[in-house]
């Protein structure tokens, strides 16, 4: 029995990989309704940052690991202490659960990011930028922020200012605008004998700030994916880290620059349960359960991901019209996580197509005509597609 800190989608779907090899799963989450819920084998209702669930949770279970990195690390420990394994570790997940330590912990080991400091540097009284630095900046929250929420884009130095006045300095940092061409991610994993095997690099692509779609393999030459590969190892071996990992990077004139990581399992990454031969979800259960790991591959020529947001149902196709005409489409893998109600820009669910272009280009080119179907069938936001 493997345990779960959370229920939300990433959780789901990892009770799906564990239907698949019979591993019986507890979560823990706060609603009985969350998409992990319906799913479990037993539920802990609590919620996931609530110790005493998660005492009750380790009951029973071989492993526990988690869905998202909002934990409490010192309210855990005595857990562990106690004998509980937590995969990954606390001691390897602590520095990356705020983007502060984050951020220290990149420049410690030379691994190019953003050019940052701590909002707590910038005098309230007199508000300025690092020398050096123009505007536009972008403000960041150390914890708790995701698909957009918890950043802020500051264009001038009066918006500067009206963020320091509202916000608590010591929980936030600022990093300087970063020109790019490309968003790239890449999801890894390392087992308990520290073999780290990892999934293609994936290029992304977002709207508003959350993840629109993922093409894997991203476009880009093989020196960079094995740059943001040995960028990916060198975290892991230094944390000693024991689980899965995704890297989100910048790519463009300054190079390769980690943007965030995320310890667990991440959207870019859900392509692989169609696409590769172990998925992101069967690599974490595989290592929390102590099962042997199998060595992801591409079983196609590439794949695209597509996110399902939620619209504004009064002017927009009735949901179930919606959700059948994907799955009429041919070759789409449809992942729907449950969630109700549809609201404007809720992570609903996801489709996945296989490419088979033989080339970059062709693959590019069939990507685009897929995710120009789908969007007429799903649009983004706003407007009723054409």
């Known amino acids: 029995m493997i345990g779960v800190v959370g229920g939300g989608q990433l959780a789901r779907m990892l009770v799906q990989a564990a239907t698949q090899r019979q591993v019986p799963i507890?979560?823990?989450?706060?609603?009985?309704?969350?998409?992990?819920?319906?799913?479990?084998?037993?539920?802990?209702?609590?919620?996931?940052?609530?110790?005493?669930?998660?005492?009750?949770?380790?009951?029973?279970?071989?492993?526990?690991?988690?869905?998202?990195?909002?934990?409490?690390?010192?309210?855990?420990?005595?857990?562990?202490?106690?004998?509980?394994?937590?995969?990954?570790?606390?001691?390897?997940?602590?520095?990356?659960?705020?983007?502060?330590?984050?951020?220290?912990?990149?420049?410690?080991?030379a691994i190019p990011s953003p050019p940052w400091c701590p909002l707590s540097l910038i005098s309230p009284a007199q508000p300025a930028l690092p020398q050096g630095w123009t505007f536009p900046v972008m403000a960041k929250a150390s914890r708790g922020g995701y698909d957009g929420k918890g950043t802020l884009v500051l264009r001038d130095i009066d918006e500067l200012a009206q963020l320091l006045r509202a916000v608590s300095a010591e929980d936030w940092l600022l990093e300087s605008w970063v020109d790019y061409e490309l968003e790239l991610a890449l999801v890894v994993s390392r087992d308990q004998r520290g073999r780290i095997r990892h999934f293609p690099l994936v290029q992304t692509h977002q709207?508003?700030?959350?993840?629109?779609?993922?093409?894997?393999?991203?476009?880009?030459?093989?020196?960079?994916?094995?740059?943001?590969?040995?960028?990916?190892?060198?975290?892991?071996?230094?944390?000693?880290?024991?689980?899965?990992?995704?890297?989100?990077?910048?790519?463009?004139?300054?190079?390769?620059?980690?943007?965030?990581?995320?310890?667990?399992?991440?959207?870019?990454?859900?392509?692989?349960?169609?696409?590769?031969?172990?998925?992101?979800?069967?690599?974490?259960?595989?290592?929390?359960?102590?099962?042997?790991?199998?060595?992801?591959?591409?079983?196609?020529?590439?794949?695209?991901?597509?996110?399902?947001?939620g619209l504004d149902s009064d002017h927009h196709t009735p949901l179930d019209q919606r959700l059948q005409a994907l799955e009429a489409m041919p070759g789409v893998h449809l992942h729907w996580y449950g969630k109700s109600p549809e609201t404007p820009g809720r992570k609903l669910g996801h489709v996945t197509v296989l490419l088979e272009g033989e080339t970059v280009l062709k693959r590019q080119d069939e990507a685009q005509k897929l995710l120009d179907a789908i969007r007429r069938i799903w649009p983004l936001d706003g407007k009723r597609p054409d």
């Open 26 to 109: 507890t979560v823990q989450t706060s609603n009985a309704e969350d998409p992990a819920a319906r799913l479990a084998t037993r539920l802990i209702t609590a919620d996931p940052r609530d110790v005493a669930g998660t005492r009750e949770l380790v009951l029973g279970c071989d492993g526990i690991t988690f869905e998202n990195e909002w934990v409490n690390i010192d309210a855990l420990l005595p857990l562990e202490q106690q004998g509980v394994r937590f995969c990954p570790s606390l001691a390897a997940l602590s520095p990356l659960v705020d983007k502060l330590s984050q951020r220290q912990l990149l420049d410690d080991l």
């Open 207 to 309: 709207h508003h700030q959350v993840c629109d779609w993922v093409l894997a393999p991203a476009p880009v030459d093989p020196s960079v994916a094995a740059l943001a590969y040995n960028v990916a190892a060198s975290l892991m071996t230094k944390l000693s880290y024991v689980g899965v990992l995704a890297l989100e990077f910048f790519y463009g004139p300054a190079g390769l620059q980690v943007n965030e990581i995320a310890p667990r399992t991440h959207n870019s990454g859900h392509f692989s349960i169609e696409a590769c031969t172990s998925s992101q979800f069967d690599q974490q259960l595989c290592i929390a359960a102590g099962l042997p790991v199998p060595t992801p591959e591409l079983k196609s020529r590439g794949a695209l991901m597509v996110n399902l947001l």
